[in-house]
């Protein structure tokens, strides 16, 4: 099983069901495209969902659609003023066909961290919008280091972030040496890339074994370093084997660890 993202949720209020549907869907696109894990929720009551708020931790990263003009009790920008007041560092992007309320919305101190501008004319360019959006505010928050170290890669017809805490080891893939497997506790991601491009993300990484010939270890996966029969165990239960030198040169690594 993946691990998921340190607490990340995603809340989409807004009341249209066409647009709430594509921003739900754009989303999840986004999160099976990238291989992450965070939640999603759509919120179909926003007066119960102020309420909610009271009891959400501070240890957790959100990101909020709102629409401006909800037809509710509350307005966007009333939601919006809430959770400003309770989470300073949360996202709050605006979805809306009235560009007229940015300035209340300046004025109100909310510093939305972006906008999505409704268009019935081209409701196919909301698809981009979302994605620019969200692409930044993961790049963002990764920058801040709010979640686990990634590392992205891009293929020819794939483009993939990965969680590195994830990785137990990477190996060139036999017989071809241009891709890789990468190893993950419950999962493994076949990608075309050479073992090289990943050594030189990951070289900066005190963890991370890269002057291997055709492996990537994450040292800090690993359970069982037996030099007699040369067996490298990780927690999944995989088993490697290696020649006396390379074992020797794990242990050493491991020794050498920075203690956490």
Request: hydrophobic share 40%.
């Given at each position: ?5 340190i ?6 209020l807004?009341?249209s ?6 921003i739900?869907?754009t ?26 708020m ?42 809306t ?6 300035l ?39 920058n ?21 805490e994830?990785i ?55 359970t069982?370093v ?10 999944n239960s ?7 030198k ?6 050493i ?8």
């Open positions: 099983m993946k691990k998921s993202m607490e990340t949720t995603i809340f989409i807004e009341d069901i066409s647009y709430q549907k594509k739900y869907n989303i999840k696109t986004f999160q099976e495209n990238y291989h992450l894990i965070f939640d999603i929720e759509q919120v179909e009551n926003p007066v119960n969902f102020s309420q909610k009271e009891n959400f931790s501070f240890s957790k990263t959100y990101i909020f659609f709102l629409d401006i003009d909800l037809k509710q009790y509350l307005t966007g920008i009333d939601i919006a003023k809430l959770l400003r007041s309770k989470f300073k560092n949360c996202y709050i992007v605006f979805i066909s009235f560009t007229d309320k940015m209340d919305i300046i004025n109100d101190q909310i510093l939305p961290y972006g906008y999505i501008i409704k268009n019935e004319e081209d409701f196919d360019s909301l698809e981009d919008q979302i994605l620019n959006t969200i692409k930044a505010i993961f790049q963002e928050i990764s801040q280091n709010h979640f686990e170290k990634i590392i992205q890669v891009s293929t020819k017809s794939q483009e993939f972030i990965i969680q590195i994830d137990l080891y990477i190996e060139s893939v036999p017989n071809n040496r241009n891709s890789v497997q990468i190893v993950k506790e419950g999962s493994v991601l076949i990608i075309n890339k050479k073992l090289t491009h990943f050594k030189t993300l990951l070289q900066e990484y005190d963890n991370f074994l890269t002057n291997l010939k055709s492996y990537i270890i994450n040292l800090s996966k690993i069982e037996v030099r007699k029969d040369g067996s490298v165990k990780f927690i995989d088993i490697l084997y290696f020649n006396p390379t074992i020797d040169k794990i242990k690594n491991i020794s050498q660890m920075p203690i956490k």
